[in-house]
Every structure is written in structure tokens, then in C-alpha cells.
């Protein structure tokens, strides 16, 4: 057997995928439920950015990681309010105001990177706290599942926890009903007395929340420091793989899972004598390919249904 | 003056949400800088005071105006693909690899140059305009992860075949000099790409709003089933929006290679960010050819007012994505002053 495919089947590369899923799942989760809502947030990139850069500054200055949590959240929710003012109240598109918020966070995490450090290229001079890393007492000793689920960064447990808790926000309380329905119909809503504005605002804040957490393991768990681009268009990634699950957690986590996969696999191709841009170009290029897959067989399925039905039934 | 407002609503409604980003940024560097005045000096005047640096101004309106024209484009037909970034990369690297290898003249070379780069532009933006208009898949994402592959495969292309072993760092080969854009103002690097994209900007003027094609464009973006009712093939027009877009970027890229460093230069990770810059004047100039190339004049003499900041004094120049975002959404909401101009209608039909 090859060495390469040897490392392949080993559980540390199960591990690898689940923690390289990790800053891909929770920013999903976040653009899935405001997807549901009908207000997209494609600022994720934005809001994992800012998250990121909080949490850094705050943990290197307070070594507290309940406050850079705190810090964290704050701001990535804090830039998704942002989002929801101007597309819900002053009437911005929303993916205009998306690409500027995304600007946005770019420019202000350097310019408060700059302001503490005096450095405007990386945090790494600082010490970042890390959040732990969590063995699971009796998975822990399970042969080959073991070393696979046992052992991960407490975020990692915490976006597992997440896929379940999006379930429940959104199939089991009324909040989540009205998200449905407001992503469905709006008027509809409205007429039975549902404020639809709020109901995308509440959604928002809480794709705020998702990708907040993804930023913060991005750079306290996953890495140990922040820096410029940090987030390497996960936020990007993170809009087709909500797209590719339709917006449904299962589907999400699935699709965010294999999209860990590519980038796990990719990080365990950079050895072979391939130019490494090939390797660095793979979760680009699956992303796209499997965008377009998936949109070829909506595709194909919104046509077989048009066949079926009567005439003037719109898909 | 009342009549005066209502005509000029939105330029005004633009020029005050400018204004309100020069306010922020005096905030701002009031709060960043030690010696504040002198860092605001800098920043507002320092693009204007040095023949250099103003000539710095107008060799940075270039790029930004062709990435402005090109999005401009596809945001006409609302096809939000921001793909002018990995055009222009992909344009420019292909460009330069075909300059490199080939001997001619230079009445023939340069427009051969240009040439394949738009070729390679239009060609890079025609899968997300197919996949949009044949499948539904955003164009959004997929120009977004498009961007990220060209820069990829630009970069192996320049590093991995065309690289100047002899540069002391990761550069390509230098262009031979019958494909080179003149300088043609003594002591600047003002070159003839600027003149081109000046001259883009009227010919997608034209296009745009004296052509059939331009009207289809329009009206696809202004009532998509309207269009299709009026007997407008919009997936031709989804597609052909896309593949100009990649065009002019891709002619833009080539230029900037060809008029200032001569090689390809552009290493950083995601790219140089003139196909972002494009989308910031797209909106700023509200998609109008002719209001783009004045807000393009705007973002460079921001940025090299940025980099005077960041070299003269100790606030960074990322203060200016800072504002130049705020101004943007500003300009994006659509109901931000919109009392005013209630009102002042109102008062209009009373009278």
C-alpha cells in the first residue's frame, strides 16, 4: 500500500476531516438558517473575520476565554445586527451590504490589530489562548471510532452541538416556524400577523452567532493567532455548502463534512511532488464543481416536475 | 433648489454619503493618530501636493476603472458576479506568459497581448455565466471560488513556467519591450492603459445605454420575466453580460502588466483586489459608465491617501476599507435619506 493512501485510511485522517470541518460547518449552519429566513448572508467571510480578531486581542490581553468568547460573539453578532439594519430597515440589497460588511471587517480587524500591536500583518507575536481540547471518557478507548471522535477542540464538539441545536431552533420552536414561513412567503406570513422583518432580523443575529464560533475556532483552536485573510474564503465555501445541504441541518453537516474532507485531503496531498497551487486550488475548485452538480440536478428535478404537473403550476 | 434635489437625488444622496465617510475617517484618525493633525493633512492632501503621488492617483485609477466597468456590466443585467478579480489575474498571467514567448512588432504585439488576456477574461466569467443561465447556480459563488482558482493557477503558471530565475524573488519574465504600454508623461508611470480605460468607459457607455444588446442588458436587470415577456433571450443576455465582465477585467490586468512593471508581479494571496475595487465603484458610480471613472478617481486618490497614511504616519492604511465600506452601504441603502426626499416631494405637489 501506498503511503499516501495509508495515511488516507488511518483515523487520523477522520480526525483531520472533523477538524478541518469545523470553521467550514459553522459559518454553513450560518448562512443555512438565514437562507431560511430569505435574507442569504453572504458576510460570513466578515463575521468569522471580525469574531476571529476579538477573540485574539481579547484572550492575549485578558487570558480569559470566557471574555474572548464573549468578545467574539459580540462581534460577529454585532456585525450581522449591522447587516440586518441596513438590508432590513434602510432597504440595502443584501448582498451588496454583505460584500461591504465583508470589506468592512477586513479593514477593521487591521486597523485594531494595528492599534494593539503595532503590527499589521499578524497577532502572532501575541499569545492567543487556545480553547481545550476534550477526551470523551469512554469513546476515547474505542478502537478506531476512538481517535477518530475522541480527542477534538471543545468548538468542534460545540459544532456538532450546533447542527443538532439549529434542528431544534428551527423545526421545534416557533421562532424557527416563523423562519420557515417567512422564507417561504412572506406576504403569506405577514398576513396571518407574523413581522417578517423581525423574524429575518432574529435569523441573522443568529447566523451572526454560527459564524462568530467558526471564527473563533478558526484562530483559537484551529490556529493559535490571527492575521490578515485568515479566513481564506471559508465564509465563500460556507454559502454552497449551505446550498448543497438546502439549508437543512442534515444536509449542511453532510455537505460541510465533505468539504472538510477535500481540504484534509489537500493538506495530506501537499507532500507529493504536485505543484502545491494545485493542492491549494482543490477546495476552490470542488466547491464549484459541486455547486454545479448540485445545481444540474435541481435542475433536472425542477423540469421532471414541471412535466407532471398541470400547466401554470409554477416549480 | 427644492426642484434642484429631487432632479439630483441620488448624486446628492451619494456626495452626502461620501461626506459622511471623510467624517468617520476625521473620527477615526483623530482616535488612531498621536499627532492628528498631521496625519489628516497627509491623508486628504497628500495624494495632491506631490507631482509624484498624484501621478501615482491617476496610474491607480486604471485598473480600478476597468474592474468598474466590468462589474458595472454584469450588475446592469443584476448578475451579481463578482468574478473581475480572477479575469483580470487570469487575463493578465496568461497575457503575460503569450507576451514573453512570442516576437513581433509592436503595432502587433500589443493588441495580440490584449487580445488573448480578454480572451482568457471572457472565457474564465463564460462558466459562471453558463452556469447561471443553463443550471440557476449562483454566479455569486461560483465567481467568488472561480477567483480563488485563477489566482492559483495565474500563480503556477507565472512561478512555475514563465518565473525570472534571475529577479531575486518570485516574479515572471520581463515583457520584451514591443509589448510594453509607453509612459508617455515624463518622470510618472502614467501610461496608455490609462487612456484606454478611459476610452472603455465610453464605449461601454454606448453599449450600455445606445445598443440594442446594452437595452437587453438593462431591461434584464430591471424586470428579469419582463424582459423574457418583450421577447428578450435572457439567458443570452445572463451569459454575454458575464463574458464582457471578464472582457474589459481581463484588458484591465493585462494593462496594468504591461504599463507599469513590465512583469507579473502579483504574488499575495488572493490577488491584487482591483476586481473588489471594480465592485466598489460599481456601486459608488450607481453602474453609470461615466459616474465610474469619476469613482474610480475617488477610490485611488483614497487609496494613495491611504499610503501616504501608512508611510508618513502611524495609522494604517486598511483605515481606508474601513470608510470606503461605510460609504458603500451607505450608498446601498435605499432608504437612508429617503424621508428627506419624502418631504420634500411632498412639499413640491402642495405648492
Redesign the interface.
Known sequence: MSPLLKSILSPEFGFAILRVMTPLLFPALGVAISSLSGATNIGLEGIMTVAACAGVLVSAFTHSLILSLAAGLAAGIGLAALLGYFHLKLKADIILAAIALNMFAAGISIVFLFLFTGDKGSTSSLKSQLFPAVQIPLLHSVPVLGPILSGHNVLTYGALVSVFLYWLITFKTPLGLRIRAVGQNPDAAQSVGINVNRTRMYALLLSGFFGALGGLYLCMGYLSWFARNITAGRGFIAIAAATLGGNMPLGTFLSSLLFGAVNALANYLAPLKVPSEFIQMIPYLATAVALAIYAAQAMRKRRGKIKERVPGGSS | MEKFVLKYFNLIRTIIAILIGLVISVF?IYV?SKDPTFSLKQFLLGPLLSRGRFSNMIETTSPILFCGLAIAVAFQARQ?N?GAEGSLYLGAAVGTAFAVSTRMPAFLHIPLVLLVAAAVGAAWNFIPGV?KA?????E???S???N??AY??G??LI??HFRDKKAGYLVSLQLPATAWLQQFIPNTRIHWGIVLSLVFAVLVYFFLYHSTTGYEVRMTGFNEKFARFGGIRVSRVVILSQVILGLIAGIGGMTEVMGIHHRFNWQD??GPGYG?DG??VA?IGRNHPLLIIAASFFLAYMRVGGQVLTLMSDV?A?????I???I??LI?????L?RWRYSITVREAAR
Open positions: 477615526l488612531v451579481f463578482v452556469l443553463k443550471l440557476k447556480a449562483s455569486l459563488v461560483s467568488l471560488m472561480l480563488y482558482v492559483f493557477l500563480l503556477y512561478n512555475f494571496f488572493p473588489w465592485v466598489i456601486i494604517p486598511e483605515m481606508v476599507t474601513v470606503q465600506s461605510m458603500i452601504l446601498t441603502a435605499e432608504a437612508f429617503s
